[in-house]
């Protein structure tokens, strides 16, 4: 045995790197040096960018979680990653969740992150290795307006001078065109998986299983109302993967750290929403006010925001002009009431209540550890994982898809969702207990014991101190949803505690 397979338990669990003031680089996103470990490799840099601190934070990070960084030197150990073992199928998984706005950086994952791990994995696994690059956007997304954003076509134009394979997949099998309110007026079929799809059935062991029941309707926004119920009703729960996903035998996860209004935080776990062929087989929330059995929104101004739910999905996709002027009245009538009321009039399962989407995240959690490339559930984990988080700007505020810049400068790496997560809403100011997915997640470790049953003995490399805990890490207090104000930060109290 091999003094690190005696040491493995010392293995830290996250590995974090932090640089005050550190902004995204220009493509290709270059290394700032010629780092000895590629000289006569095929990854090789033809030039070096000065300026890219980001490739050096994930290096650092990387190689700090996995025990194989020299802080002192600045150098790293490549054995470490290529104890993973023999890997030739790679999948990683960006959050392409949708186009930026203006030039803010803070909603989808940056290329300068990729080029990194791209290039050690190339390094460690060598140029045979399959790499594929894939995400499951939201349905009414322009990839190829992301993919010009985060520096993707200028990324996949430098390996191809390589001669190095990744292959970069939107894994959508069809796109919504909107129009500026919203109203959906056509749809596109896609290429997608190339491999296709394969249902995976978690059946009575599904979270949603407690919440299931004749009177259950799951829902998606834009989606078919009730599309979400005919995949999850009791006993019988079901995803759509793309075999892609699957098929891999590394999987890593690299998501953004921003808030999620439905979610109130999403990191690794909450990325794992688009390995999903399909959005609508995921219920984020039940339709209606808890008075009815629903999660939607509360039951404060249940009756107008019902009435406005049933006019937007009778309207969507039959009617665009009454969609349009539905649209701008009620964005005057909601501009009017909060503004004389002083509270939100926010739906679609935006709302600390929101207690089935945690569950289809923990599902997914079990899914992608699982999962064979068929689909079928086994009892050992069926693949490696990495997790790289993005934290150089972050988003705050009106998160997912209208947060506010957050400059961090860190990067998070671990091996496991969880372990990630936990650290990233420490970072974040927010308290674990209060966030539903981080809370249940516990609850994991009766169905395998590599999940974590909390966070506190959790070990970091970061700064000078190789075992910190998470505790230790800097916070960068975010700014909530506005639902979730004085919900999530972090003052001693707890989410109620469900059973499984």
């Given amino acids: 045995m091999t003094s690190r397979e005696q040491s493995a338990n010392l293995i830290p669990d996250i590995g974090m790197a932090f640089s005050t003031g550190a902004r995204y680089p220009t493509p290709p996103f270059d290394p700032p040096e010629q780092y000895p470990e590629f000289d006569q490799s095929s990854v090789r840099a033809e030039r070096v960018d000065s300026n890219n601190i ?77 790499i594929i690059v894939a995400d499951v956007p939201l349905q009414s997304s322009d990839i190829d307006q992301i993919w010009q954003e985060t520096g993707i076509h200028a990324l996949r134009d430098h390996y191809a001078r390589k001669n190095l394979a990744v292959t970069f997949l939107d894994l959508r099998r069809e796109r919504a065109v909107r129009d500026s309110t919203g109203f959906i007026v056509g749809r596109e079929s896609l290429a997608g998986d190339p491999l296709g799809y394969a249902e995976v059935n978690l059946d009575q062991g599904s979270y949603l299983e407690e919440i299931s029941g004749p009177k259950s309707i799951f829902s998606v926004n834009d989606y078919e109302p009730g599309m979400a119920t005919s995949y999850h009703r009791p006993g019988k729960h079901r995803y759509l993967i793309p075999r892609t996903v699957l098929a891999s035998e590394l999987f890593v996860n690299i998501p953004k750290l921003k808030t999620h209004c439905k979610a109130g935080v999403t990191v690794c776990m909450k990325n794992l929403i688009g390995i999903n062929g399909e959005k609508g087989w995921i219920p984020h929330f039940r339709v209606g006010a808890p008075s009815r059995g629903g999660d939607e929104y509360s039951d404060t101004n249940s009756l107008v925001l019902g009435l406005k739910t049933r006019i937007r999905d009778f309207l969507q996709e039959r009617h665009q002009t009454l969609f349009r002027m539905a649209y701008y009245g009620w964005k005057n009538y909601k501009r009017g009431w909060e503004r004389l009321s002083r509270s939100n009039l926010t739906s679609g399962g935006e709302w600390p209540g929101n207690d089935t989407l945690w569950r289809s ?82 609850e994991l470790s009766r169905v395998w014991q590599g999940y974590p049953d909390n966070p506190d003995s959790l070990t970091v490399s970061f700064g000078e101190a190789r075992t910190s805990r998470i505790r230790d890490l800097p916070v960068f207090p975010f700014k909530p949803p506005s639902e979730w104000i004085g919900h999530i930060e972090v003052d001693g109290g707890a989410i109620n505690s469900k059973k499984h």
């Fill in 54 to 130: 980001v490739y050096s934070l994930v290096r650092e990070a990387l190689f700090r979680h996995l025990d194989g960084y020299d802080a002192k030197n600045n150098a790293v150990d490549l054995s470490v990653l290529r104890s993973l073992g023999t890997v030739k199928r790679i999948l990683i998984k960006p959050n392409w969740v949708y186009q930026q706005y203006e030039d803010a950086n803070c909603i989808t994952t940056h290329g300068s992150i990729l080029r990194p791990v791209l290039d050690y994995l190339f390094l460690v696994f060598g140029p045979s290795a399959t």
């Fill in 361 to 442: 995240i923990l599902d997914l959690v079990r899914v992608i550890t699982f999962a064979d490339v068929d689909g079928v559930m086994k009892e050992k984990p069926q693949r490696k994982h990495l997790c790289v988080i993005d934290g150089i700007i972050c988003g705050e505020g009106e998160g997912p898809l209208t947060p506010t810049p957050k400059p961090v400068g860190a990067i998070l790496c671990s091996s496991n969702p969880i372990h990630a997560d936990w650290a990233a809403c420490h970072v974040a100011g927010f308290d674990w207990k209060k966030i539903a997915q981080l809370f249940h997640a516990r």
